[in-house]
């Protein structure tokens, strides 16, 4: 299917789904549930929606996470979502919007990142995912998840992750990219870029075991399976909503524009591209944001 790449500065939510498939979603007067600016309107007595701390293991370490779960007794579509490099910008806010639409979220720190155990290294990524995703098949009943309906969603450098992550778990029915860097393209930045992100990378304590050396390193041994672009064919199957944002300076919309015409080669790639106004953490675009990611999800990851 071909891309839908638009600008949506007259924007605006179509939540018909939500009626069709959130329970107690129409309020008397007609009015419909919006996700984004209002609370569940009939708590599960039974199974309200919950907040879980949650210890993993991966690869002999221990992460950290969470899990969101949302109101009722479920299973429960679910989102693993991915932070990016080094995760200022979690995507709280869309977290428990989507809660509160109707999915659990499962949120991790990356090894070696914000106090999870082991070293961070940039191949350990989807390795992690990988492992957060076994926890969550294997924990489905305590978390009330579906595992036939199990997605991942990453931001920047967790957008890279998802999508390399959902290219080699044939079990996952989505994927979304948001500012989704492709770390292979990095090999071929000219000296000024690299020594950017080696002097910012450098900067990161909260990244234990990381330096800018390293990083540069796994990028260039790694360009050829870091190249986001080579993905599609294991994404064949899946549906895939890549969000960029108009204004960003650290992955500008031509990279994703360039993951879009690779991936669209693939016929049985489900794709969904649009560009938002925003930087890279969608600052001025939040709420466009959330209404965008969640209205493609009801359509296609239920």
């Not at 939510?13 to 979603?25: E, Y």
């Not at 940039?122 to 969550?136: G, Q």
Request: charged letters at 20%; a negative charge.
């Amino acid at each position: 299917m071909r891309p839908s790449i638009r600008d949506i500065s007259n924007f605006g939510i179509h939540l018909a789904w939500l009626m069709l498939v959130l329970p107690g979603c129409v309020i008397p007067g007609d009015q419909v549930f919006d996700p984004i600016s209002m609370d569940v309107l009939q708590v599960d007595a039974t199974h309200p929606p919950a907040f879980h701390e949650l210890i993993m293991p991966s690869h002999g370490f221990l992460i950290s996470g969470f899990a969101l779960l949302a109101n009722g007794q479920g299973p429960h579509p679910t989102v693993v979502l991915l932070h990016g490099y080094p995760g200022n910008e979690k995507n709280l806010d869309l977290a428990q919007s989507m809660r509160r639409a109707g999915f659990n979220i499962l949120f991790f720190h990356y090894r070696g990142a914000w106090g999870s155990q082991g070293e961070y290294s940039l191949t350990h990524l989807s390795e992690d995912v990988a492992s957060v995703l076994r926890y969550a098949r294997s924990n489905a009943e305590t978390l009330r998840i579906d595992n036939a309906r199990l997605s991942v969603m990453g931001h920047s450098m967790g957008g890279f992750a998802a999508l390399r992550s959902a290219s080699t778990d044939i079990d996952l029915i989505c994927v979304a990219g948001l500012a989704a860097a492709n770390l292979g393209e990095y090999a071929s930045r000219d000296a000024q870029q690299k020594n950017g992100l080696r002097t910012y990378t450098d900067k990161q304590f909260m990244l234990h075991g990381f330096g800018g050396e390293q990083a540069l390193a796994e990028i260039e041994r790694h360009a050829e399976e870091f190249d986001v672009r080579s993905y599609g064919s294991g994404l064949e199957g899946k549906s895939v909503l890549l969000i960029a944002g108009s204004e960003d300076p650290s992955v500008p919309p031509a990279v994703q524009g360039r993951i879009v015409a690779a991936f669209e080669k693939i016929p049985g790639v489900n794709l969904s591209a649009i560009i938002i106004p925003g930087d890279h953490a969608f600052s001025g675009s939040r709420i466009r944001l959330q209404r965008e990611v969640i209205n493609w999800f009801g359509e296609h990851c239920r």
